[in-house]
């Protein structure tokens, strides 16, 4: 039973370096089970943060001693995530290869399934580009999550 409008925050900052993901995954993973998010809106959560860190980690190259911010918000219909990182300039709306998911895995495409998938489940809220940060806000609905597609 949820209030009417009960939200539950996330705000944290994590060293930009492997470590990074498995730190944001274990906050994210805390926060969902404390919002008794529904398993399904809970799995997609954990795999949209743990790609966009992981890219941002890996082909962000931002310097190593800079922050990835991560703000969760979940509200009873949605979960907004923000991102921002000092990594190369990103903007998932025009810097992503156009290809659905299935098709990256039909060509045995190594990776490159993460934003397809992140991009079916989210809807992309803002990106900018500012003193020299990307910062990135999606939102993922839950009701969605809650059917089995």
Same mark, same amino acid.
């Given at each position: 039973?949820?209030?009417? %409008? !009960?939200?539950?925050? &996330?705000?944290?900052?994590?060293?930009? $370096?492997?470590?990074?993901?498995?730190?944001?995954? =274990?906050? @994210?993973?805390?926060?969902?089970?404390?919002?008794?998010?529904?398993?399904?809106?809970?799995?997609?959560?954990?795999?949209?943060?743990?790609?966009?860190?992981?890219?941002?980690?890996?082909?962000?190259?931002?310097?190593? %001693? !800079?922050?990835?911010? &991560?703000?969760?918000?979940?509200?009873? $219909?949605?979960?907004?995530?923000?991102?921002?990182? =000092?990594? @190369?300039?990103?903007?998932?709306?025009?810097?992503?290869?156009?290809?659905?998911?299935?098709?990256?895995?039909?060509?045995?495409?190594?990776?490159?399934?993460?934003?397809?998938?992140?991009?079916?489940w989210c809807a992309i809220? !803002?990106?900018?580009?500012?003193?020299?940060?990307?910062?990135?806000?999606?939102?993922?609905?839950?009701?969605?999550?809650?059917?089995?597609?």
């Amino acid at each position: 039973q949820h209030k009417p %409008d !009960s939200s539950m925050l &996330l705000k944290d900052s994590f060293t930009a $370096d492997v470590q990074a993901v498995s730190k944001a995954l =274990a906050a @994210a993973r805390r926060l969902a089970e404390q919002a008794a998010l529904p398993r399904v809106a809970r799995v997609r959560l954990l795999l949209i943060v743990e790609e966009i860190l992981a890219n941002t980690v890996t082909h962000g190259q931002p310097p190593l %001693d !800079s922050l990835i911010g &991560l703000r969760i918000e979940i509200r009873n $219909d949605h979960v907004r995530i923000q991102v921002q990182d =000092a990594g @190369a300039p990103f903007d998932p709306r025009r810097d992503i290869p156009v290809t659905s998911r299935d098709s990256a895995v039909e060509a045995g495409v190594e990776g490159g399934a993460g934003w397809p998938m992140i991009l079916e489940w989210c809807a992309i809220e !803002s990106y900018e580009r500012a003193e020299g940060l990307n910062r990135l806000g999606l939102t993922l609905p839950v009701s969605d999550s809650t059917s089995n597609r």
